[in-house]
């Protein structure tokens, strides 16, 4: 893939992306004018001759040489793709009659069905068999039928686990009956599916849904990844970190396509049940993420006062290490109250925005609020504020920027008058002391018994070790 250009994060993102993923956003640099036509086409091409899209391969092939000849690397592996699509297809029959059956569905016996079909098999051969069969056509671009026996692998998986976790022997009035049940169930199905095997295909569910834009579903995966990642046993603190890493790149074709996205993207960094992980994991391995988190900020109105603050510090803290229009606009307002530096960098923000895979539908957005917190700020901070300066730097013809502002008073419910024609003037108020201490110690409870629930669980996880030690037969 090409360097990275000033208004483009691609050389950040690519590298931990998914090659599929990274094809849709190729296709959409594309229709940009970033990088040579002829340069994103090769990368398209050598990434999708890697997979079992052959036939899309052959096109793009063609628009780069449109005289040559087909390699016959391409046209010998599309003949054993078919052959092998033949084969798989003979093998997963009768789960995919069963899948194209709706009235199972409907009925809810789907899940019984594909059980009993488990039963005349031996279970970790056909697990084993529908993970491969799913990311074969994940390879070939069929990501509705990826998605559909991913899904069908973890509901049998979840069936299986519920099915061992009431087949234990332990007693019920054991103290620690439940974590023993669970473990053993665990140890059950990890028998027939390993843990590695079960993340893979968590992972793949999470790409299968991203590429046929099944967002409500993304997000359970996106869910279900972060319980996993968490839950691993015997993985290192450097592997986790990784996997967060990569959780948080894909993360963000759910977070800013999903209708609830931003304010999930928001919990995800500053929610404390969280415990900072993934706040932490921008910081050391990802700052370039910093940018989504700033739009996601901006263009939600409803939470900045209460994340405001915390952005700021985390901008601050990261500016030595990563920068851009949009990280400069908030600090250029927000921390420096400089109004002139904040216009131009909102100014620049412009031409980010529109070449941005996962902002650009938020570009009118951005820009809009962008201009809302520089008037805001500037009636929090001036007692009289001249209508043509704020015209002249919002780029507005001055009847145009009048009737913008009165309209953006009425909406923030601003203490404000135009006294004439050229001038508005502000009612400055000082937060009592009273409310200055209710700002501060807003969420002071709820963080204390996060806090709390923390601890608990450390000392839980410290004696359940403690106990698994005494309990192990001594060498």
Not at 180 to 189: F, I, M
Not at 213 to 221: F, H, P, V
Not at 265 to 274: P, V
Request: glycine share 2%; aromatic share 10%; hydrophobic share 40%.
């Amino acid at each position: 893939v090409p360097q990275m250009a000033s208004a483009s994060p691609v050389s950040h993102l690519i590298p931990y992306l998914d090659k599929h993923l990274t094809l849709s956003y190729v296709e959409f640099l594309l229709s940009k004018e970033i990088f040579p036509r002829e340069q994103l086409l090769t990368a398209k091409f050598d990434i999708l001759k890697t997979t079992h899209m052959v036939d899309a391969a052959i096109d793009t092939f063609k628009l780069l040489h449109p005289t040559d000849a087909i390699p016959e690397d391409l046209t010998s592996k599309k003949a054993d793709i078919q052959q092998k699509t033949a084969q798989f297809d003979e093998d997963i029959r009768e789960f995919k009659d069963l899948l194209s059956q709706d009235s199972l569905k409907e009925d809810g016996t789907l899940d019984a069905k594909i059980s009993e079909a488990f039963a005349r098999r031996d279970p970790a051969r056909t697990f084993d068999l529908i993970y491969s069969y799913a990311r074969f056509q994940y390879e070939s671009g069929n990501y509705k039928l990826a998605a559909d026996f991913l899904a069908l692998f973890l509901s049998q998986y979840s069936l299986l686990l519920g099915a061992d976790k009431a087949a234990t022997s332990i007693p019920l009035d054991d103290p620690s009956a439940k974590e023993k049940r669970l473990a053993a169930a665990l140890q059950a199905a990890q028998a027939l599916v390993s843990e590695e095997k079960r993340g893979q295909v968590l992972w793949g569910k999470l790409a299968a849904d991203i590429m046929q834009k099944n967002w409500d579903s993304a997000l359970q995966c996106v869910t279900a990844l972060k319980e996993f990642i968490d839950m691993q046993k015997g993985v290192s603190t450097q592997l986790q970190l990784l996997q967060r890493t990569w959780l948080v790149h894909w993360s963000l074709f759910v977070f800013f396509n999903h209708p609830n996205g931003l304010n999930l993207l928001l919990d995800l960094f500053f929610n404390e049940r969280n415990e900072s992980k993934y706040l932490s994991t921008i910081q050391t391995t990802a700052p370039h993420l910093v940018r989504y988190l700033v739009a996601a900020l901006v263009c939600n109105k409803r939470r900045r006062s209460m994340l405001l603050k915390d952005t700021v510090r985390l901008l601050q803290q990261e500016h030595y290490h990563y920068g851009d229009s949009l990280t400069a606009f908030v600090l250029s307002l927000f921390s420096e109250f400089n109004f002139d530096a904040a216009q131009s960098r909102l100014a620049q923000c412009q031409e980010v925005l529109v070449n941005d895979y996962f902002l650009a539908p938020l570009k009118d957005e951005f820009l809009e609020n962008g201009r809302q917190y520089i008037f805001e700020i500037s009636c929090k901070t001036h007692e009289r504020i001249d209508i043509a300066t704020i015209a002249q730097q919002l780029h507005m013809p001055p009847e145009q920027a009048e009737q913008w502002l009165v309209n953006l008073i009425r909406n923030a419910r601003l203490d404000a008058k135009i006294n004439s024609p050229s001038s508005i003037s502000m009612t400055i108020h000082t937060p009592t002391i009273f409310r200055q201490v209710k700002d501060k110690t807003r969420g002071l409870t709820y963080r204390s018994n996060a806090l709390l629930a923390n601890v608990e669980k450390r000392l839980s996880e410290r004696a359940a070790a403690a106990a698994a030690a005494a309990e192990a037969p001594k060498s």
